[in-house]
């Protein structure tokens, strides 16, 4: 998967909602803001002339546009093949006719806020009647999975992690060893991770990179090479930067 052309910056976070028809429905984007997270948008926010939304809140800037046209270079269909959870992700992905971009910047101080503040404009907007799917994370996601993530987490006062990174999971040996890999780290200043060939069940990997994940997003810690990690005593797990041939970048790898 080579992702070296996506240079994500700490605190600018970008999403793409694929719709089957052109259209933005800002009035009710703006009342699905209002009932699912308070969130209220003021009429000067809206520039007509250019189908945009603009809205500044806590020295951050959200911009939510219509863009006429499906997502360029045919990332979106390309980007749902790595989603092993959707089967139907490449055919929604190839049907799109254009996509509502979403982007928030101006997060780098604010990083939990800010992710909070992105997951929510994406979550509402994908309530739009046209709205097929959500190109994010290097991937494409079914609009229920990722509403369904956001509100269970964000009205729990919880960290949105599955709708922030993805999660990688395949084998190389018809399921005798397990590998996986993390995506969306980046934006967080941090580097993505990685456990290879582990004889672990699939829960049991899963379990662990997502705890790591969460981990080090929320208490804000970086990883170093030759470190270890274990949520016990005993569980010592050495990590090592690895020049990764999923992620075409340099990972954190994970002895488990």
Not at 13 to 21: M, Q, Y
Not at 99 to 112: A, F, N, P, T, V
Not at 213 to 228: A, M, P
Request: glycine share 4%.
């Amino acid at each position: 998967m080579d992702k070296s052309n996506q240079n994500e910056q700490t605190g600018s976070f970008i999403s793409f909602i694929l719709v089957d028809e052109c259209k933005l429905d800002f009035e009710l984007l703006k009342k699905q803001l209002q009932e699912d997270w308070d969130i209220k948008i003021n009429d000067e926010d809206f520039t007509e002339d250019s189908q945009s939304l603009v809205v500044a809140i806590s020295d951050m800037n959200i911009v939510v546009s219509l863009m006429p046209a499906p997502v360029p270079n045919n990332e979106a269909v390309e980007n749902a093949e790595t989603n092993f959870r959707w089967d139907e992700a490449v055919e929604v992905a190839k049907n799109h006719k254009a996509h509502i971009l979403i982007s928030l910047l101006g997060g780098k101080e604010k990083l939990l806020d800010a992710t909070n503040i992105f997951v929510k404009f994406c979550s509402s907007c994908l309530k739009q009647p046209n709205a097929t799917a959500i190109n994010t994370l290097g991937t494409v996601i079914d609009p229920e999975f990722y509403i369904d993530f956001a509100e269970e987490s964000l009205k729990n006062d919880e960290f949105p992690l599955m709708n922030m990174v993805f999660f990688g999971v395949y084998s190389l040996d018809n399921g005798a060893t397990i590998s996986a890999y993390t995506y969306g780290l980046r934006v967080f200043g941090k580097k993505d991770m990685e456990i290879l060939n582990s004889d672990k069940s699939v829960d049991e990997v899963f379990n662990l990179l997502s705890n790591i994940t969460l981990y080090i997003i929320t208490s804000d810690i970086t990883l170093k090479n030759n470190e270890t990690i274990g949520f016990s005593e005993e569980q010592k797990l050495k990590i090592t930067f690895l020049d990764s041939n999923v992620l075409d970048e340099e990972t954190l790898k994970i002895d488990f």
